[in-house]
């Protein structure tokens, strides 16, 4: 009885995974500059494209409830206590809890930097999210008995925190005249 909603579901991840994968690849293909060497195209996007084709695929287990996202803890301590300085008191233990919110959260925005957006792989990640939402019938409601929509809105709750934190901690840092790398 479980085979064939499990059929349409894997038939689905994989068209978004090749959607995405393949929108990604034509998008850095056509910006691509000619001087610039095919070695450049450094295994970090393909996995960052990767990891997004995961999480749309994984979307319909989630929203069932059948698999949950890992929150880091220091996210958690994050939402807790977003501008304490319990423990930071030097450069270096200020540094050391950027440094985990980074691991956490990603890259520290950069002033200065110029702002990209791929389009063709935005299309595709959205196509792919609707093809897979689709599979659900009233997936709202359904993401709110099983807990999927609070969980998101937990998870939306620490990251919002632990950027707030990242922010507050390079103030600190500023204030503090720490010498800061990124």
């Not at 995961?54 to 069932?64: F, K, V």
């Not at 996202?69 to 008191?89: S, T």
């Not at 204030?175 to 790398?181: D, I, S």
């Amino acid at each position: 009885m479980t085979q064939p909603i499990f059929r349409p579901l894997a038939l689905a991840a994989t068209a978004a995974l090749l959607l995405t994968g393949a929108a990604q690849a034509q998008a850095q293909d056509s910006k691509k500059p000619a001087d610039r060497k095919e070695a450049s195209d450094s295994p970090s996007k393909y996995e960052a494209t990767r990891k997004q084709a995961l999480e749309i695929g994984s979307q319909p287990a989630r929203d069932m409830g059948m698999t949950k996202r890992d929150i880091p803890p220091v996210l958690e301590q994050a939402l807790a206590d977003p501008y304490g300085l319990r423990g930071l008191k030097t450069c270096a233990q200020l540094a050391g809890a950027v440094r985990s919110l980074n691991e956490a959260l990603g890259p520290d925005y950069q002033s200065g930097g110029e702002y990209r957006e791929n389009r063709v792989g935005k299309l595709a990640a959205a196509g792919g999210k609707s093809v897979i939402n689709s599979i659900i019938p009233f997936r709202s409601l359904v993401r709110e008995i099983t807990g999927a929509a609070p969980a998101d809105r937990h998870m939306n709750a620490v990251v919002d925190a632990g950027l707030a934190r990242r922010g507050f901690l390079r103030g600190v840092q500023y204030k503090q005249r720490c010498k800061t790398t990124s």
